[in-house]
């Protein structure tokens, strides 16, 4: 995925009120921007970290400027926006790079589906063979002290709870389901779930992986100009 225009540079102030941003220019002006991250953000918005922002040509935008990525004090970059997660993992379906999710004859996305009224964020469709449900979730949190690993989730989720009692339903009637983490952390080298944050999550995880849940990560590539998903990383229980 290329950022075009390329993204342009400023300063964290602060992020505020969960989807609203302060920043300061390289000329030192100030403004405010969107960030599309509604999640805890731990590590990924410290007060003058280097921040990267796009800007919409939407004219009925209040903002029209978003927050994409962060570059830590140690030069770590992370990707802040989650809208950008499906967009890369859709780029690496199609482009080959998840060799695991090929041979399917038709992708759609946010398609409705299970018991509890969501939408899928992938759906793989094929003459030959049963479809695939894949959720996509973004990971950013690092753990500091444990070289390379990363957590999800980074705050409790009742939303993700729901997704993994309706992946489960999917592979229990038959279908194939896949939980897939975006690692859009340049520091993040392996993926577990954080037990020490969402203990339900984690027991929802591991009973959907035993009745047919599958996880994958996959590691993105990260620059001002372009992001793309470039190689799969270990998940450790």
């Not at 403004?31 to 922002?53: D, F, K, L, P, S």
């Not at 409790?156 to 229990?172: C, D, I, N, P």
């Not at 080298?189 to 999550?201: G, L």
Request: net charge neutral.
């Amino acid at each position: 995925m290329k950022f075009e225009p390329i993204l342009e540079p400023a300063t964290l102030i602060k992020r505020y009120k969960r989807f609203l941003a302060d920043i300061t220019l390289p000329d030192g002006t100030e403004r405010t921007i969107h960030c599309a991250n509604t999640g805890a953000m731990t590590g990924c918005a410290e007060a003058g970290n280097q921040v990267w922002y796009s800007t919409s040509d939407n004219p009925k935008r209040k903002y029209p400027n978003s927050w994409e990525l962060s570059v830590t004090s140690k030069g770590h970059s992370i990707c802040v926006n989650t809208a950008r997660a499906n967009q890369l993992a859709v780029e690496a379906i199609e482009s080959g790079v998840i060799k695991e999710l090929q041979g399917y004859d038709q992708l759609q996305t946010e398609v409705k589906y299970g018991n509890e009224n969501s939408r899928i964020d992938i759906l793989l469709n094929s003459k030959s063979k049963p479809k695939c449900y894949i959720e996509v979730k973004s990971v950013t949190l690092l753990d500091e002290e444990k070289e390379g690993q990363g957590y999800f989730p980074d705050a409790v989720t009742t939303r993700g709870q729901k997704h993994l009692r309706e992946l489960s339903e999917m592979a229990q009637n038959g279908s194939r389901s896949v939980l897939l983490f975006t690692v859009l952390h340049s520091g993040i080298e392996k993926v577990s779930v954080a037990h020490h944050i969402d203990a339900k999550y984690s027991q929802l995880l591991k009973t959907a992986r035993e009745q047919g849940v599958e996880v994958m990560c996959y590691k993105a590539e990260l620059s001002h100009s372009e992001i793309k998903l470039v190689k799969a990383i270990e998940f450790i229980n």
